[in-house]
C-alpha cells in the first residue's frame, strides 16, 4: 500500500486576478513538485484545482493520501461533508462546481484525509507550495482557467 503526502496550496494576485498552484507530492524517498499559473482566477480556485491535480497525478489507485493545505474553504468543505451535500442540492448557488464534480470523480480511488495547516507558518512544505504557486502566477506561462472565465463571461454562475 502507497502512502503519500501531499502538500497544496493556490495563490491568487488580486482576487480575481493571476493565479497559481503548488504541490509536492512525498512518498517514501520520493519528491515530485509541481505547479501552473492562470491568466485570470481566484484563489478558491486555485487551492482545489492543486488537490485536484495531486490526486489526478497519482497513479496507484487505493493509495493512502495525506493532504495538507492551509485552505479552510477545501478541507472543512471534505472533512464536513458539505460538497456531498451540495451535490446532493444539484451544487445550488455554489462557485466552482466545474472543480468540485472534478474533485468528486478522482476523490473516490484513494483513502484520503485532509489535515489543515496554518499558512505562511513553520510548516515548510507549506512554504514551498506557496513559493511555487506565486512564481507560477508570475510566470509567463499562464493557462485559461475556462471554468472561471466561462462564469465570469456569462455573468452568471457556471452550470454543468
Not at 501552473?36 to 482545489?48: D, I, K, S
Not at 484545482?49 to 497513479?59: C, H, M, R
Amino acid at each position: 500500500m502507497n502512502s503519500i503526502s501531499i502538500y497544496t496550496d493556490g495563490a491568487a494576485q488580486g482576487n480575481p486576478g493571476k493565479g497559481g498552484y503548488g504541490i509536492v507530492l512525498i512518498s517514501g524517498q520520493h519528491r515530485k513538485e509541481l505547479s501552473q499559473g492562470y491568466r485570470h482566477t481566484t484563489n478558491n480556485r486555485m487551492e482545489l484545482l492543486s488537490v485536484i491535480i495531486a490526486l489526478e497525478t497519482l497513479k496507484n489507485p487505493g493509495s493512502e493520501v495525506t493532504i495538507y493545505s492551509d485552505s479552510k474553504y477545501v478541507v472543512d468543505s471534505v472533512d464536513k461533508r458539505w460538497v456531498f451535500d451540495w451535490v446532493k442540492k444539484g451544487f445550488k448557488d455554489k462557485k466552482n462546481v466545474d472543480l468540485w464534480k472534478r474533485f468528486l470523480l478522482i476523490y473516490p480511488k484513494h483513502k484520503v484525509r485532509f489535515l489543515w495547516v496554518k499558512g505562511h507558518a513553520s510548516n515548510v512544505e507549506n512554504n514551498r507550495c506557496d513559493e511555487l504557486a506565486v512564481a507560477a502566477a508570475k510566470s509567463g506561462q499562464l493557462l485559461v482557467d475556462i471554468g472561471y472565465e466561462t462564469e465570469i463571461n456569462q455573468g452568471n454562475p457556471l452550470k454543468l
